[in-house]
């Protein structure tokens, strides 16, 4: 645990000693603003809850995450500081979890930062809080996802871009695999099982559940799954790569 903290300390104040954090958070907060208030109509509707800002947290992760993510490893293999990294008394499991939790804690402090809206809804009305908390557990936890993805993708090449766009790629299916789009062209050749399987791999799917105030037990599975998977294949990689 010592070491990971350490990692942790180190990747998390690499954000800010950088502009990559504060960016993300700005444009985070931007866009969270315009979609909730222009596109999602938020006094318009009449109703006191936060579902305009939320319905919109799978669009905004599917590109800001990546971009977070995809220097993650790539930075440290171009430069040849994980041949440094790798000869510390630190293993490739420690230096994995403490690049994410260090990406995960700064879009954690992007979602905090949108208090004011939580605080305007109940200035506006009587929203129920515990639907909204909900929503806000089930956002992090999908944005993990988005960075496990955006970590592993980064573990598999040099180039931020490449890694980028992999990672938006495969993002991209899982958050339109339970979209009607997807849906309707397997339907009536499929079984409804597989059709059941396919809708189940979607980020929608779980998020939409947690954002209407369900925090169902395979809801939090699922996020902790796809995290641990994506993480275990980005540490395959790195161990795979250590040993050429």
Known sequence: MDNIRIIFK????????????????????????????????FYERGQADLLPFFNFHPW????????????????????????LLMTLPISAFEAMMGKFLAAWSVLGLSLLLTFPLWLTVNY?????????????????????????????????????????ILAVVVCFLFVLSGSSIVLDAFQGWLP???????????????????????IALNNLVYFAVVIGV???????????????
Not at 12 to 40: C, D, E, K, N, R
Not at 126 to 145: E, K, R, T, V
Not at 198 to 213: D, L, P, R, V
Not at 230 to 244: R, T
């Open 192 to 214: 409804t099982v597989l059709l059941d399987t396919i809708a189940s791999f979607s980020f929608m799917t779980h998020f939409e559940n947690m954002a209407k105030g369900v």
């Open 10 to 41: 180190r990747e998390f104040a690499s954000f800010f000693a950088t502009p990559v954090a504060y960016v993300f958070i700005i444009i985070f907060l931007m866009m969270s603003g315009v979609f909730t208030f222009y596109v999602g109509n």
């Open 124 to 164: 506006l009305g009587n929203p129920d809080n515990g639907i909204i908390l909900a929503a806000y557990i089930g956002s992090w936890l999908m944005s993990g996802a988005f960075l496990a993805i955006g970590i592993c993708m980064s573990a598999l090449t040099k180039s931020q871009v490449v890694a980028f």
């Open 60 to 83: 905004l992760y599917l590109f800001l995450v990546p971009a977070m993510a995809m220097r993650t490893w790539s930075e440290e293999r171009k430069s040849g500081s994980i041949e």
């Open 230 to 244: 994506w993480l275990y294949a980005g540490l395959m990689l790195i161990e795979q790569k250590k040993a050429d």
